[in-house]
């Protein structure tokens, strides 16, 4: 199946959605989560959409010429590292309570997928039919 890949960055980011949304209703009080500028479900969906693209570009590359791959995976990483900033930039500049807590968030949820989106490209590499 060409497409499995995508499918496995939806199913992956539900599942880590669920597991986030259950260790943090243990661990992050409900008033710094309701102040957050960026909520979780709007972090996991825009980063699964991002993951989404860069591994549905990965396999049309792969289809022209395997070898680009990997350029490919790393220019729009460095992409996606830029829109990441964007967003995380208006959390930095505050500094209030929960921003602490808003920077860890922020970064378990990109680093989660980043390590989806390698995962992913590191199979379909591997995968040279």
Known sequence: MKFKP???????ALIGFIV?????YSFIPKIFEEAFIH????LYGCFAVFSLIIVFTLIKIK???????????????????LIAYA?????????????????INF???FIY?????TVVTIRILNNKQ
């Open 6 to 12: 995508l499918f496995t960055i939806i199913i992956l």
């Open 20 to 24: 986030h949304k259950i260790i943090s």
């Open 39 to 42: 909520s979780t479900p709007k």
């Open 63 to 81: 289809e022209i010429n395997l070898d680009y791959v990997g350029y490919t995976f790393l220019i729009l990483t460095c992409l996606k590292m």
């Open 87 to 103: 967003f995380l930039h208006p959390i930095l500049e505050v500094q209030l309570a929960k921003t602490p807590t808003e920077k």
């Open 107 to 109: 970064f378990i949820v």
């Open 113 to 117: 997928f980043l390590t989806i989106e």
